[in-house]
């Protein structure tokens, strides 16, 4: 395994099956790399899609009934807002 950038998340092929695997900081279990977030620069997610996913989840079922609620209205804000920058992007896209 070459040591270098990514050295300390590092993805190998798995002999057997050709697929490039990944080892999850969390489960601790080696999983297919499509199994993990992958960013656009950088290394891909030390944790898996599956640990992320339950993490969150948690954090949802820890929060009080309010802050659940803050939760889910800035999310929806996140959305109108990300639907409204395509929108424009598209406008000027077109002209
Ligand atoms: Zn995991």
């Known amino acids: 395994m070459p040591r270098g950038r ?4 590092p993805v190998y092929i798995d002999p ?4 490039p695997m990944k080892h999850c900081h969390l489960c ?5 790399l499509t199994q993990f977030t992958m ?9 898996c899609k599956a640990c992320i996913a339950k993490v969150k989840r948690e954090e949802l ?6 802050e ?3 939760h889910y209205r800035h999310r929806s804000q996140m959305k109108k807002q ?3 920058r ?10």
């Not at 990514?6 to 998340?9: H, L, N, Q, W």
């Not at 057997?16 to 697929?19: K, R, S």
């Not at 601790?28 to 297919?32: A, I, L, R, T, V």
């Open 39 to 47: 960013r656009p620069e950088g290394p891909p997610a030390s944790r």
């Open 68 to 70: 659940r609620r803050l």
């Open 6 to 9: 990514f050295s300390r998340f």
């Open 16 to 19: 057997v099956t050709g697929v």
């Open 61 to 66: 079922r820890a929060m009080t009934p309010a």
């Open 82 to 84: 990300k639907r409204a």
């Open 28 to 32: 601790g279990e080696d999983k297919p």
């Open 86 to 95: 395509r929108a424009m992007e598209a406008r000027y896209a077109d002209a």
